[in-house]
């Protein structure tokens, strides 16, 4: 997708440096476009655990370039798979919820045993991150496509009127590596020139809906409004919202699905008024262990000052202000989960599904 007219993913091998792997820190979006080297295993941990790199695929993919960062440093070794599995479980640390991150630890892992010398283990290590890179590319690709049926239904349905969509936090590229989850129909849908209207909730505390959906939405030229995050119930009710469409960080065999703190109200707006609610996600996000969501997903809790404090722009720079009075405490959950009766149905690379179990199990 675009920056300033430029095509761009959200992380890649630096040219003539195979060695250094490249990311956008979103931490500064929409203020300043920054690009951060990743040298070290340290550096891949830090990039996900505070956020430089955020959403369930582009965290996946970001912890596949680690594993192969952290094997560029290990030795010849008779327990060189021990190693690596420390390698592993060091990055599943990171972050508990997004189910990727496991996937493609686990993915580095399988497919290095298969080979002894560690510079060959290195190589498959390297060639295996490129290659789920660009799996993910092309599974958004494809969300894309199966959801935009569901945008031209409506279209058609209102005669050609503007389609309103509401969506939460950012499911967009940032989060992914190109076209998005959520955002991959509504990109297809303006190029095939739909009209359309996003709704973007800004997501405190940190604020992803307002300051990096509405910026990629407003580098691709698609209309859209930033609103407060509870005013999606009023608008639903108001019939200012034809469709919901979400991401997920997991989503259990059962079809609950994790999403950022938020997303579980809006179903049961959207389920009260009777507008469809949409989750698009790759089927690597899905956890098919995972039998109970709203039981079993861990859900991640953050540093309260992210809730206590807020970024702005201000003289020039980003400016963190504290919001509440000085001795008060906050919870910050980043996290919740949305019961699978409240899903309409599940936009994957493989199809539109109902969110259940047996529906679930077509896609494997």
Same mark, same amino acid.
């Not at 407060?228 to 009710?237: K, P, R, S, V």
């Given at each position: 997708?675009?920056?300033?007219?430029?095509?761009?993913?959200t992380?890649?091998?630096?040219e003539?440096?195979?060695?250094?792997?490249?990311?956008?820190?979103?931490?500064?979006?929409?203020?300043?476009?920054?690009?951060?080297?990743?040298?070290?295993?340290?550096?891949?941990?830090?990039?996900?655990?505070?956020?430089?790199?955020?959403?369930?695929?582009?965290?996946?993919?970001?912890?596949?370039?680690?594993?192969?960062?952290?094997?560029?440093?290990?030795?010849?070794?008779?327990?060189?798979?021990q190693?690596?599995?420390?390698?592993?479980?060091?990055l599943e640390?990171?972050?508990?919820?997004?189910?990727?991150?496991?996937?493609?630890?686990e993915?580095? !892992?399988?497919?290095?045993?298969? +080979?002894?010398?560690?510079?060959?283990?290195?190589?498959? @290590?390297?060639? %295996? =991150?490129? /290659? &789920?890179?660009?799996k993910?590319?092309?599974?958004?690709?494809?969300?894309g496509?199966n959801?935009?049926?569901?945008?031209?239904?409506?279209?058609k349905?209102?005669?050609?009127?503007?389609?309103?969509?509401?969506?939460?936090?950012?499911?967009?590229?940032?989060?992914?590596?190109?076209?998005?989850?959520?955002?991959?129909?509504?990109?297809?849908?303006?190029?095939?020139? !739909?009209k359309?209207?996003?709704? +973007?909730?800004?997501?405190?505390?940190?604020n992803?809906? @307002?300051?990096? %959906? =509405?910026f /990629? &939405?407003?580098?691709?030229?698609?209309?859209?409004?930033?609103?407060?995050?509870?005013?999606?119930?009023?608008?639903?009710?108001?019939g200012?919202?034809?469709?919901?469409?979400?991401?997920?960080?997991?989503?259990?065999?059962?079809?609950?699905?994790?999403?950022?703190?938020?997303?579980?109200?809006?179903?049961?707006?959207?389920?009260?008024?009777?507008?469809?609610?949409?989750?698009?996600?790759?089927?690597?996000?899905?956890?098919?262990?995972?039998?109970?969501?709203?039981?079993q997903?861990?859900?991640?809790?953050?540093?309260?000052n992210?809730?206590?404090?807020?970024?702005?722009?201000?003289?020039?720079?980003?400016?963190?202000?504290?919001?509440?009075?000085?001795?008060?405490?906050?919870?910050?959950?980043?996290?919740?989960?949305?019961?699978?009766?409240?899903?309409?149905?599940?936009?994957?690379?493989?199809?539109?599904?109902?969110?259940?179990?047996?529906?679930?199990?077509?896609?494997?």
């Open positions: 997708m675009q920056i300033n007219k430029k095509y761009y993913h992380i890649w091998v630096k003539n440096s195979s060695s250094v792997i490249e990311i956008i820190d979103q931490r500064y979006l929409p203020f300043e476009f920054r690009v951060v080297e990743l040298k070290t295993l340290k550096d891949a941990f830090v990039a996900i655990k505070e956020m430089l790199v955020r959403g369930a695929p582009l965290i996946g993919v970001t912890a596949a370039y680690g594993m192969y960062l952290g094997m560029l440093d290990l030795k010849k070794s008779e327990n060189i798979d190693e690596i599995r420390k390698i592993g479980d060091y640390s990171s972050r508990p919820t997004a189910v990727n991150l496991r996937y493609a630890v993915l580095i !892992i399988e497919k290095t045993k298969s +080979v002894k010398d560690i510079n060959q283990k290195i190589s498959v @290590a390297l060639q %295996t =991150a490129n /290659e &789920l890179k660009e993910e590319i092309e599974n958004c690709r494809l969300i496509e959801g935009l049926s569901l945008i031209e239904k409506i279209s349905a209102k005669k050609g009127d503007t389609v309103n969509i509401l969506t939460h936090c950012n499911a967009g590229w940032l989060a992914c590596v190109d076209y998005g989850t959520a955002t991959a129909p509504i990109y297809l849908a303006h190029k095939k020139g !739909i359309l209207h996003v709704w +973007v909730d800004e997501t405190r505390p940190r992803q809906g @307002a300051r990096l %959906t =509405a /990629e &939405l407003g580098q691709e030229g698609i209309d859209h409004t930033i609103i407060a995050d509870n005013t999606g119930g009023l608008l639903m009710q108001k200012m919202v034809d469709l919901v469409i979400v991401g997920s960080d997991r989503t259990s065999a059962n079809g609950d699905v994790a999403n950022k703190i938020g997303t579980y109200l809006k179903a049961l707006a959207a389920h009260d008024n009777n507008i469809p609610f949409y989750v698009a996600l790759p089927l690597s996000t899905i956890d098919f262990n995972m039998t109970d969501g709203v039981k997903i861990p859900i991640e809790q953050r540093d309260e992210e809730v206590r404090f807020i970024d702005g722009w201000l003289d020039n720079k980003i400016n963190n202000v504290r919001i509440v009075p000085e001795n008060s405490k906050a919870a910050n959950y980043g996290f919740d989960v949305t019961p699978a009766k409240y899903v309409t149905a599940l936009i994957t690379e493989k199809g539109v599904c109902k969110a259940n179990k047996q529906d679930i199990e077509k896609l494997k």
